[in-house]
């Protein structure tokens, strides 16, 4: 999408609730439902729009964690840092899974795999568990995480 077309998009997202009192939030949602993400560089644009500072919508995107500024990451492994995971070898597959995508749980980065926390996925039973594309996978441990690591990288994800 070119940066003409993005701003129009955004533009187009927030019409409809730039004469809404407190009508920001609802316009965060409709930027982010369209792309994926709010981009950064039209920031100006949305808060010139509502009517409030750069600041104030800054704020707001960085303060409610579900909002992202960067676009979505193309495959997301969620992996449970609950007890009965961690219990269950769960730190070290954590440590591995950073090691082998070279990214932080939970951190913002340019890698095509997000990796996230998530606590507990109930499949306690059989930790240490884990979530991959919304695919549940159970019993994890190095090798398979390797396997499926190795898989979404064939599936069009690359390593940095
Ligand atoms: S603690 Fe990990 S699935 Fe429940």
Known sequence: MSDSSVSDTVREAILAFQAEPGGLMPALWAVQNVLG????????????AMNQSVAEVHGVISFYHDFKSRPPAAHTVKICRAEACQ????????AFAEQ???VEFDQASSSAVALESVYCLGLC????????DG????KLDEDRLATILAGLHG??????
Not at 37 to 48: G, M, N, R
Request: net charge positive; with cysteine; glycine share 12%.
């Open 100 to 102: 082998q995508l070279g």
């Open 135 to 138: 695919k549940l996978v159970a």
């Open 87 to 94: 219990a269950m070898g769960g730190r070290r597959l954590q």
């Open 125 to 132: 039973a059989c930790a240490p568990a884990a979530m991959v």
């Open 37 to 48: 993400y709010i981009p950064e560089e039209e920031v100006p644009t949305i808060a010139k």
């Open 155 to 160: 599936k069009g994800a690359n390593n940095g």
